[in-house]
């Protein structure tokens, strides 16, 4: 699930060592980034946030590891196999919410193989497990402050979303590349 | 994923793709429902509670009829349950994130300078200053249930599976 040749600024990812640390640092960044996201509503109120500037982050913060999109440090996910609403070029094995067959004859672009596929379901299993604890931890939380103090509810609602959206669109890639073994060990 | 489910002597067949996603859709707008209709009630007055009451029961018994049907998600079964599984979870993950996003930007969107929230009544522009409390609640509901619902949506016919099962089968394998 790693492309192997892959670098962030100059560092191979190829040790399990880099990149741990390159979790370890993409979780200051999402902390720093919650941070200024309460500092930002704090001085200029909900009105001010402009709802269209956070997509980029989400999703660019997301391509940092992978992913989401192909040339990261993790595979890309889907492209051959994802949900689809109608058959579509190249989602021959994936799922259609109209439609099961897919018209189209397959196609082959760097698609994952079996074993990679198999992982990658497997860590979204479990990604997806720690997610449904997240938001139910978050909302137990968030009821919690509010019975305390009904005045932090417009604050921490919307904190509790950035948070959960940040960590939600990158839990499965950050499990891959703390778990995956060294390139050479697992030779 | 079960293909029967009973109620007394009431038998419901989930054998068939179209059925099930009836089912599903039925099952999502009688969630939606009832929740505005929690929303909407006052559950001080005799009415109300009655209806949140109901709502209550009625809930508790969609999600034990959906849980019913759609099987533990995480006993372990033969490889091709395994692998349906894991890409249900794959494909549920990725929608979940979709729809976190849309929520988080739709509740930015709602609260904040806009044209259309001053076209709203006053009683539901209130009601928006709640909007992250019912998005959770409402994303917690969507987390619990996507990975069943979309096998329940995606799972062919039991005899469109059966085939494709034979059809791996080695040749004279068959009965005769």
Same mark, same amino acid.
């Given at each position: 699930?790693?492309?192997?040749?892959?670098?962030?600024?100059?560092?191979?990812?190829?040790?399990?060592?880099?990149?741990?640390?390159?979790?370890?640092?993409?979780?200051?960044?999402?902390?720093?980034?919650?941070?200024?996201?309460?500092?930002?509503?704090?001085?200029?109120?909900?009105?001010?946030?402009?709802?269209?500037?956070?997509?980029?982050?989400?999703?660019?913060?997301?391509?940092?590891?992978?992913?989401?999109?192909?040339?990261?440090?993790?595979?890309?996910?889907?492209?051959?196999?994802?949900?689809?609403?109608?058959?579509?070029?190249?989602?021959?094995?994936?799922?259609?919410?109209?439609?099961?067959?897919?018209?189209?004859?397959?196609?082959?672009?760097?698609?994952?193989?079996?074993?990679?596929?198999?992982?990658?379901?497997?860590?979204?299993?479990?990604?997806?497990?720690?997610?449904?604890?997240?938001?139910?931890?978050?909302?137990?939380?968030?009821?919690?402050?509010?019975?305390?103090?009904?005045?932090?509810?417009?604050?921490?609602?919307?904190?509790?979303?950035?948070?959960?959206?940040?960590?939600?669109?990158?839990?499965?890639?950050?499990?891959?590349?703390?778990?995956?073994?060294?390139?050479?060990?697992?030779? | 994923?079960?293909?029967?489910?009973?109620?007394?002597?009431?038998?419901?067949?989930?054998?068939?793709?179209?059925?099930?996603?009836?089912?599903?859709?039925?099952?999502?707008?009688?969630?939606?429902?009832?929740?505005?209709?929690?929303?909407?009630?006052?559950?001080?007055?005799?009415?109300?509670?009655?209806?949140?009451?109901?709502?209550?029961?009625?809930?508790?018994?969609?999600?034990?009829?959906?849980?019913?049907?759609?099987?533990?998600?995480?006993?372990?079964?033969?490889?091709?349950?395994?692998?349906?599984?894991?890409?249900?979870?794959?494909?549920?993950?990725?929608?979940?994130?979709?729809?976190?996003?849309?929520?988080?930007?739709?509740?930015?969107?709602?609260? %904040?300078?806009?044209? $259309? !929230?001053?076209?709203?009544?006053?009683? /539901?522009?209130?009601?928006?200053?709640?909007?992250?409390? *019912? @998005?959770?609640?409402?994303? %917690?509901?969507?987390? $619990? !249930?996507?990975?069943?619902?979309?096998? /329940?949506?995606?799972?062919?016919?039991?005899?469109?599976? *059966? @085939?494709?099962?034979?059809? %791996?089968?080695?040749?004279?394998?068959?009965?005769?």
């Amino acid at each position: 699930m790693i492309a192997e040749q892959y670098r962030i600024l100059g560092i191979p990812m190829a040790s399990r060592r880099a990149r741990r640390a390159l979790v370890v640092v993409y979780w200051a960044l999402i902390l720093s980034l919650c941070l200024g996201f309460v500092v930002h509503q704090s001085r200029h109120g909900v009105e001010d946030l402009n709802p269209w500037g956070l997509f980029p982050i989400f999703v660019g913060l997301a391509a940092i590891l992978g992913g989401v999109k192909a040339g990261g440090v993790v595979k890309r996910f889907s492209g051959s196999d994802g949900i689809s609403v109608l058959p579509t070029p190249g989602d021959e094995g994936g799922l259609t919410l109209f439609g099961s067959k897919s018209i189209f004859p397959p196609e082959d672009s760097g698609a994952l193989d079996e074993r990679e596929r198999n992982e990658r379901n497997a860590v979204h299993y479990r990604a997806y497990t720690s997610a449904r604890w997240l938001t139910l931890a978050l909302y137990l939380i968030y009821a919690g402050i509010g019975a305390w103090h009904a005045a932090w509810f417009p604050r921490i609602g919307p904190l509790f979303l950035f948070l959960l959206t940040l960590v939600l669109w990158s839990l499965p890639q950050m499990l891959i590349l703390w778990n995956e073994p060294d390139v050479e060990e697992a030779r | 994923m079960n293909t029967a489910y009973a109620i007394g002597n009431i038998h419901f067949r989930f054998e068939s793709r179209a059925r099930r996603r009836w089912f599903v859709a039925l099952f999502y707008v009688a969630i939606v429902t009832i929740c505005l209709a929690w929303c909407s009630v006052d559950p001080k007055q005799n009415a109300g509670a009655w209806i949140v009451c109901g709502c209550m029961i009625l809930g508790v018994s969609l999600a034990s009829v959906f849980s019913g049907i759609s099987g533990d998600m995480h006993i372990q079964g033969d490889e091709r349950e395994m692998q349906r599984r894991g890409q249900a979870y794959f494909n549920a993950h990725a929608l979940f994130g979709k729809f976190v996003i849309a929520a988080l930007i739709a509740d930015a969107y709602f609260r %904040g300078r806009n044209p $259309l !929230t001053p076209l709203l009544p006053p009683a /539901l522009r209130g009601g928006m200053m709640d909007g992250p409390y *019912a @998005l959770l609640m409402a994303l %917690g509901l969507l987390c $619990l !249930t996507l990975p069943q619902a979309i096998l /329940l949506w995606t799972e062919p016919d039991i005899e469109e599976m *059966a @085939l494709e099962q034979g059809e %791996g089968a080695p040749a004279g394998g068959g009965p005769r």
